[in-house]
């Protein structure tokens, strides 16, 4: 058993990455920004330390007798004012900064697939530059480099609900989207494991058209897929990355160049993308 500081705990991931800590019996300590997000879920035996990683001052000695560091703290769709290189960027560093202090074993940060062949885009930038700082920190480090996860692929789902996906061009990229739950075992068990980098996405790759099929037959909808020109996503791209702030279009820009790639990384897990839409269906009934 080892104890472990879990930041990003009251996030998609997170959540799934101290249930799983807790199943395997690690001591675990958490730093939130808002303990009640946390206790909604009725979490025992965890040490809550509510502060804010974006200040240093905030976390100092946060990473007293701790032996490993996970951290999945990073901007998705929050709107607080900050920006990627505030959160993504330097909340990590600061929490990097008291793992080294502290003499933390190894520090495991979760990145995103493709990350450093993206980064022209800004989330990528401020998240690979926290990679280049881990690595050259001197600490044992893991990169987890994640496809997206099922919470992301909901979109498609109520599109289809409402009768009508739009898909960018022809809609036969691929990708292998990850359940969280899956992605958590992987993020727990890496403290041990010796792989610096793990490139890793669920156990099915799918066409963009197969993903709206699988969600339409959930929703019990004839399929109707509006496809959109890539010149279209084009100069929404110039638009917005000229007329609006990267606070706003930071996570427009990432999944307008997603969605026209191939985004295949090794499968990995069980839970499939049908079962998670037929979770979001019955939720919503
Ligand atoms: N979603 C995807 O498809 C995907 C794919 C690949 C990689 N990733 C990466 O995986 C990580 C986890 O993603 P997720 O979907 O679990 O994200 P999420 O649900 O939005 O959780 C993000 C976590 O970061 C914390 N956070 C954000 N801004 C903060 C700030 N200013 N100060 C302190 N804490 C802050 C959040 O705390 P609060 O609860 O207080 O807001 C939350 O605990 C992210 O770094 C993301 O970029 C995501």
């Known amino acids: 058993m080892s104890k472990i500081?879990?930041?990003g705990a009251t996030g998609y991931l997170g959540g799934y990455i101290l249930s799983e800590l807790l199943r395997q019996q690690h001591?675990?300590?958490?730093?939130?920004?808002?303990?009640t997000k946390l206790e909604q879920k009725n979490y025992e035996k965890v040490e809550v330390i509510e502060a804010e990683i974006t200040k240093l001052e905030s976390i100092n000695n946060c990473c007293d007798n701790i032996d490993f560091v996970i951290s999945t703290v990073g901007i998705?769709?929050?709107?607080?004012?900050?920006?990627?290189?505030?959160?993504?960027y330097q909340a990590n560093k600061n929490l990097l900064k008291e793992a080294k202090k502290s003499g933390v074993k190894k520090f495991v940060y979760i990145s995103l697939l493709n990350g450093q062949k993206l980064k022209n885009l800004k989330i990528c930038e401020a998240k690979e530059l926290f990679v280049n700082e881990l690595k050259k920190s001197g600490i044992d480090y893991c990169i987890i480099r994640p496809n997206g996860f099922f919470s992301d692929m909901s979109e498609i789902f109520y599109m289809a609900q409402k009768g009508r996906v739009y898909l960018f061009g022809d809609g036969k990229y691929k990708a292998n989207p990850?359940?969280?739950?899956?992605?958590?075992?992987?993020c727990v068990n890496s403290?041990?494991?010796?792989?610096k980098e793990i490139n890793i996405g669920g156990p099915e790759t799918l066409s963009q058209n197969e993903i709206a099929s699988i969600a339409f037959n959930i929703a019990e909808k004839e399929i109707k897929i509006t496809y959109i020109p890539n010149w279209i996503?084009?100069?929404i791209l110039f638009i917005i990355r000229t007329f609006t702030s990267q606070k706003f279009y930071g996570s427009i820009e990432f999944f307008l160049t997603v969605l026209s790639m191939d985004m295949i990384?090794?499968?990995?897990g069980k839970h499939t993308l049908e079962e998670f839409y037929g979770n979001l269906k019955n939720n919503h009934m």
Do not use: C, F, S, W
């Open 5 to 7: 500081l879990l930041a």
């Open 265 to 268: 990384a090794p499968e990995k």
């Open 178 to 186: 990850i359940h969280g739950e899956d992605l958590a075992v992987v």
């Open 76 to 88: 998705t769709k929050q709107k607080d004012g900050l920006t990627y290189m505030d959160v993504d």
């Open 27 to 35: 001591e675990v300590r958490v730093i939130v920004r808002n303990r």
């Open 191 to 195: 403290i041990e494991n010796a792989r």
């Open 233 to 235: 996503r084009k100069i």
